[in-house]
């Protein structure tokens, strides 16, 4: 019926056609998986942000699930979500943002508005031209395409939580983001409180009632409620623990991922100015806020709701022990919150003794081999026995306050526990507020559980300290300025290869000289650059503002005529692939190693890659071939070898730039020869940036940019800049005094260079 009215009221003629909201144009049959793309690339963009297909890393033949979908926007930082509706959610939908409705055979449509009252939605094909109209569906034409999934797309709540600093304030939103948790540990903490006001109450009655009056009957009614209370808190006791560690699993959960997504978007020179030692130290406190957040903050919170259940009790058993309970609950708190401040001081005493103390542990275990090689295993043990010493002397002292407060609230304990229960006997011999032997001992079974969150609060107070110093040591690291925006923002352009510096200037943080000074140059797409120059002229530098790494500079560096800070940085590095002089290896095989996790990659194109890179035939003679495995750090291969890996690691994806700072240097002419020999057939079709003590392995470079103190001193072919530049021939003469008179011919190069020659 509904249905019929609707399409009656549907009053574009669009709508009579089922196949209205996909096959806008029938002719033409599209991808499914393609439409779908198109469509949550669409619902991104509304929001501002950019998808890249690349990073939905689909695997060939595998459907563009709902999970996959959403998990490609998250992970650009929007909110995403994919849901099962039915029409009715569908129309009760604010369409203020468009929503990707997944259809049956596998493709999409973009919801872009609903009307209720006509009884119907507006959808738009994902491949539909820009300028097309959203076509009016009613619920029967839906359901014959639509799966009833859909794909919700929202920018991050406040964009906040991703981003935001990291602080207490973070902490406790977090915390209450799970409130609905929360509030049903709070009511199944209320119960058990109630719960356990029954024994102290029947014990109370049993006592002045039973016993007085030797009545059976009350007894088995008491013995049943006593059951019944026994089964109920049996029963919440579990509820309550339940609830506890899923909430607790889930904070731990979010922090840990929040805190490992900070760690990877910081830039790579924020690591360069810190130590690892530090770092590491730094982020694992983490495990203390986590432990406050689902132990101690939790239980504490907990006590306070058996607080006020149980007081109103005690003030009705007894109002004049309730008020020695409290008084004498408050003076420990006093007693606690005095020591406060001293303790505040010492604790941060011990934190810094710590945290210098397992930065020598952490930079001894990772830079073991130089310790070893240096013989500096004394020097370390004597930094270490210092450290170890400090830390202990801070701990003892911070120790030895502590117990302070808890010697002097021994006694005001102990008064709770047992003083209390005197002054109840002497009011209960004399009469005195009519005090009943029965209430006296409910009121002792009771008092203590009043005392405790109290008590707790201040220790709780205390513990805060300890909180605070690790929750500003997390921050000190991750809330350092990262890279998040420039890795999800900005543009993809498709690159060609052409570089160019105008006039760029580059100075590192904290220092006065600048790195770069004025450096201009420009070579087009698939030029083999040089860059020469003496130790710290500036050539790593170039190579780095090339990937991104440091973008704070004057002046101008254009990729392809794009201004590299508007490139989108993930997008900007993807294109690039770069071999450094020590390259890390991770622990795996050869193959994983090659092909370093990028998705939808073979072992064919790993062997592509390593043949072009010349890794082939040594790989080829490893005893698995390419399922050798490489330990952290790879002893089990040469130093030619591994940078073979690394140049094929670099090649997997066909950069259209690559850059090799300082590749071969490490090598024996051997291996030398044979990457270089490489470099012509790996040069092919891109853009080469070489970086190079050895001018020899530079001479068949297009062009090569002579850099001197961060300035360009001269740009051109070899063969030019031995004839006009001073610092260029002067390093040539150097390199290839021995030569002289054999016609300046080097050797290693030897046909390659006498072609050309
Ligand atoms: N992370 C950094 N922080 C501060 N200054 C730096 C940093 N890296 C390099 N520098 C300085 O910048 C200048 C250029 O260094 P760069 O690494 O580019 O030289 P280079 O030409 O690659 O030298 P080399 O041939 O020794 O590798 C040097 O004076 C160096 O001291
Ligand atoms: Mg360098």
New binding site residues.
Partial sequence: MNQNDASKTAPQPAANDPGAPISHDPPISHDPIDSRVRAVMAAARHHGVDLDRADLRLAPGEPASPARLSGWVRESGLWARAVRLNWRQLLGIHAGAPVVLLLQDGSAALLLGVNAGRGVVFLKDPHAAPGDEAVPVDELRLAQVWSGEALLIRRARGAGEAEAPFSFGWIAAMVLRERAALRDIGIASIALSILTIIPPLLVMVVIDRVLQHRSMSTLILLSTILLVGVAYETVLGYARRELTQVVAARLDAKLNLHLFNRVLALPL?YY??STAGEITYRISQIWKIRDFLTGKLLSTFLDFFTMAVLLPFLFYMSAALSWMVLAASGLIALVIFAFLPPMRRAVARVVAAETAKSTVLIESVHGIRTVKSLAMEPVQKDIWDLRVADAGQARLAAGRLANWPATIVTPLEGFIQRGVLLVGAYMALTGVGGVQVGALIAFMMLGMRVAQPLIGLARLIEDLEQVRAAVNDVASVINNPNETRAATSGLRPKFAGAISFENLTFS????K?P??DRVSFSIPPGTMLG?V????????????LLQGINREYDGFLKIDGAELREINLMHLRRGFGVVLQDNFLFRGTIRDNILAGRPGLTLEDAVRAARLAGAEEFIERMPQGYETFIQEGSPNLSGGQKQRLAIARALINDPRILIL??ATSALDPESEALVNANLQRIARGRTMVI?S?RLSSLTECDMTVV?D??CVMDVGPHRELVERCPIYRQLWLQQNRHMEGQGQRPAILGPALAQGD
């Fill in positions: 020179d360069e100015r590192y943080p904290g220092t000289a790195a770069l860059l120059g003496r130790s710290g002229s500036g050539k790593s530098t170039i190579t780095r700072d300082e970086v003590h850099l103190k961060g």
